[in-house]
């Protein structure tokens, strides 16, 4: 069964910036758009942004546009998001899987961002 590993999570001010990393085990994200998701406490589970499997084309939602960048190494089949400008609703579980949600989902990295 893939398993997808996340990680990078961490505390951080208001205006910091984090790096998360994800992974797949057999090289997963090869055949797949990859998105991460996020779950802030007591809502729901929202899409971030999106790479293609080529790791050419990405989205962003709106909310984090220009301050979030999606990326993804081809040679290590993982994808990472460049978080800037932190905000306190940024604060979340950051969850990584296709974009589709077809592989079984990770523990996430939690997220803080203090004001």
């Known amino acids: 069964q893939v398993q997808i590993v996340e990680s990078g999570g961490g505390l951080v001010q208001a205006g910091g910036s984090l790096r998360l990393s994800c992974a797949a085990s057999?090289?997963?994200?090869?055949?797949?758009?990859v998105a991460w998701y996020r779950r802030a406490p007591g809502k729901e589970r929202e899409f971030v942004a999106s790479?293609?499997?080529?790791?050419?084309?990405?989205t962003v939602a709106e909310s984090v546009k220009g301050r979030f960048t999606v990326s993804k190494d081809n040679a290590k089949d993982t994808i990472s998001l460049q978080m800037n400008s932190l905000k306190p609703d940024d604060t979340a579980t950051y969850y990584c899987?296709?974009?589709?949600?077809?592989?079984?989902w990770g523990q996430g990295t939690r997220v803080t961002v203090s004001s």
């Open positions: 899987n296709t974009l589709f949600a077809e592989l079984p």
């Open positions: 057999g090289r997963a994200f090869s055949y797949y758009t």
């Open positions: 790479i293609a499997s080529s790791g050419t084309a990405t």
